[in-house]
């Protein structure tokens, strides 16, 4: 089979589409990889072929659109932020999504752009398989805020929020349908794929949401996280040895086990980190800041700047002060340690209080986190309520390999009937412009 990987986002996007690659690449089929092009670099250490899909992401998240626009209480000015967020390189991401979808069986892509690939899959008449991090789509079962909420209200939010961020998405989707040639459609990106009967995989551990399973059923399978084998993370980080690594070990060993605090690729204060920081170190706990902002040197304070495999560094650490993106709070979940999540937006409120509902954790937004939320670390009942929770969890492996069973099942069935599209209508769908062989 040929699979193609067309994913938008940060490294936290696109991490989990290598760890598939590399499996199913060591399955003998054939992978192709698009990523941003602050990416490209890293990705391809990992040894498998990765092109340019879109523009740094890295600027966009540091753009005033991403760090004020996107977070204005004007709700006018927020769903033009996403809707230009979600054009972000449209036109290269839609001429790269082409030319992979040209080769391949089946287009892969994550949770942004959705509307983009899987119309670019339907005009050459391939499959298509979103791969989600956190739950995305309406449901009866989780409250969207971090706050609960009665289950009437919780629902009919989900279905306000989805349809508000179909409708940023729709003129765009429908001029990419018009220069292919394809029929008008209607309804949102998930009611699509449904009526399709495409799967979307869940890439994310069905233990912390288990109503969510009972609810969308096989069509919607939830794997576990997805994490590349230790040898291909190395690559990505670019680590040719282990000194670095050792380094870090070495002073956790020579003391008490540290709070580690780092925000991934979001783009945080530095006087937030440095107040954060000092919290941890008034509480008599050791801390390992992995920032690239300057901080003072301090007792029982480690600072480090460079990549650094979370998989080798949480399960010596007591625990993690962090944005709660997925792959951190995987990482946290796998060590067997609580996280105290301090938030920007998107999906990270949604594992604060899933963290929260199960012991493990708690939350607040990054610009309120208090010193009574990161008083959870000196506590003992959420170091227990970790290790329990990471007993439960799916094995990455194990993940990494009914998430690849489901991407080559859609590949080898092939599209199904379009919606909006009679069965004697297939001879109207683009071609593709190059014949697959």
Known sequence: MRIAFVMHGS?????????????????????????????????????????????STSELLSSPLVKRDLKSWNPYKRLTALRKVGSHGSAMSERVMGELADMADVLVGGPLAQERAATVAESRRIAFVPLHYCPIRP???????????????????WRTADFLFSLTQRPGDRALRRRLGLPSVSGTIGARLRRRGSPEIQAYDAELFPLLEDEWGKQRPFTGFLLPDSQTRAKLNGHNDNSQTTGILDWIRSGPSPVYVGFGSMHIPPERISSIVDAILSLRLRVIAHTPHALPERDGLLHITDPVDHEILFPACRAAVHHG??????????????????????????????????????????????????ELLTASEPYRAAQALASRIVDPGEAVDAAC???????????????GVPPDGASRLHAPTTPRT
């Open 11 to 55: 490294r936290g996007d696109v991490q989990p589409a290598v760890a598939l690659g590399a499996e199913l690449s060591r399955r003998g089929h054939s992978v192709e990889l698009a990523v941003p092009d602050d990416l490209v670099a890293a990705v391809s250490r990992s040894g498998l072929p990765t092109r340019s899909l879109c523009p």
């Open 139 to 157: 449901n009866h079962q989780l409250s969207p805020l971090y706050r609960p909420l009665p289950t009437a209200i919780s629902a009919a939010v």
């Open 325 to 374: 993106g997925a792959g951190t709070t995987a990482a946290a979940l796998r060590a067997g340690i609580p996280s105290v999540i301090g938030w920007l937006s998107a999906d990270q409120p949604l594992w604060a209080a899933a963290l929260r509902d199960r012991g493990a954790g708690t939350g607040a937004p990054l610009s309120r986190l208090s010193g009574t939320d990161l």
């Open 405 to 419: 069973d489901v991407i080559l099942q859609a590949a080898a069935a092939g599209p199904t009937l379009y919606a």
